[in-house]
């Protein structure tokens, strides 16, 4: 029997071996049209979020520094997809939301891109195995609320 580290380190390589295939099959993806993925990363952050974001709470949700993040939220700028607003807690400070062209550039491509993640997901694990995976990864990120 395997010790608890070294299945630990096991699950871990398989982890990240699964997240890496996967995540290269998306980088080359059509789906995407003119958006890096990390760029419509932004647009579904944006979209799930209750209201405009601080660039400090993109950073959090999309994983990146702060500096990739001010270069990744200019770029989405010159594209016309966000627009920065006023913070209404701190007069300094700037919030980021979504222009309606962007709105309606992340419904287009997170669409295609919801048909190739289950396309992916389902071609190999049943829907018990999907339901556990998701537990699983939630639970290891603390999404489970402990």
Partial sequence: MASRTKLANEAWEALFRAQMTI???FEGGEEWGSL???EYGVLYALSTAPGPL???????DVLLSQPGMSRL???LEGKGLIERVGDPSDARASRVRMS??????QRQVGA?????I?????????RDELT???DLCQKLIGADGE
């Fill in 23 to 25: 995540a290269g099959e």
């Fill in 36 to 38: 890096a993925p990390r």
């Fill in 54 to 60: 601080r660039i400090t709470e993109l950073c959090e």
């Fill in 73 to 75: 939220i200019a770029r």
């Fill in 100 to 105: 309606a062209a962007g709105v309606r550039t």
């Fill in 112 to 116: 295609a891109h919801g048909r190739h």
């Fill in 118 to 126: 289950a396309k992916l997901m389902t071609g190999g694990l049943e």
């Fill in 132 to 134: 556990e995976l998701r």
